[in-house]
């Protein structure tokens, strides 16, 4: 069984940056594709980035593109969201997932859905006022 453990939210201004980190344990995590989702006060969940398990393909929500980076170094069993620029539209609980793919995407899965995940950490709170 794997689990995710996520770190890195705070409490930043508008324009800063923060870098979230979730560690894998209990697996391998070379298999899993991953991803960042996120919930907004009062709104559904939402998938922010996702990454398949080789690194090759990434995807982003539209409103984080250009300003939110996903990384993973499986060595270290680690997946990173570096966020720049944010917003106050980007305060909510983050949470990483993995998801192991169906045959046929072993490399190329990377899923932006809460339905397509099998495995979620715990949230960490970002907050981005001034």
């Known amino acids: 069984q794997l689990q995710l453990v996520e770190s890195g939210g705070d409490v930043v201004q508008p324009g800063g940056s923060l870098r979230l980190s979730c560690a894998a344990s209990g697996y391998t995590l070379d298999y899993y594709a991953v991803g960042w989702f996120r919930q907004a006060p009062g709104k559904e969940r939402e998938g922010v980035s996702c990454?398949?398990?080789?690194?090759?393909?990434?995807n982003y929500v539209e409103s984080v593109k250009g300003r939110f980076t996903i990384s993973r170094d499986n060595a270290k069993k680690m997946v990173y969201l570096q966020m720049n620029d944010l917003t106050p539209e980007d305060t909510g609980n983050y949470y990483c997932?993995?998801?192991?793919?169906?045959?046929?995407?072993?490399?190329?899965?990377?899923?932006?859905?809460?339905?397509?995940?099998?495995?979620w950490g715990q949230g960490t709170l970002v907050t981005v006022s001034s």
């Open positions: 990454m398949s398990s080789n690194g090759d393909i990434t």
């Open positions: 997932a993995a998801a192991v793919p169906p045959i046929g995407e072993t490399h190329t899965g990377c899923y932006m859905t809460s339905d397509a995940m099998d495995y």
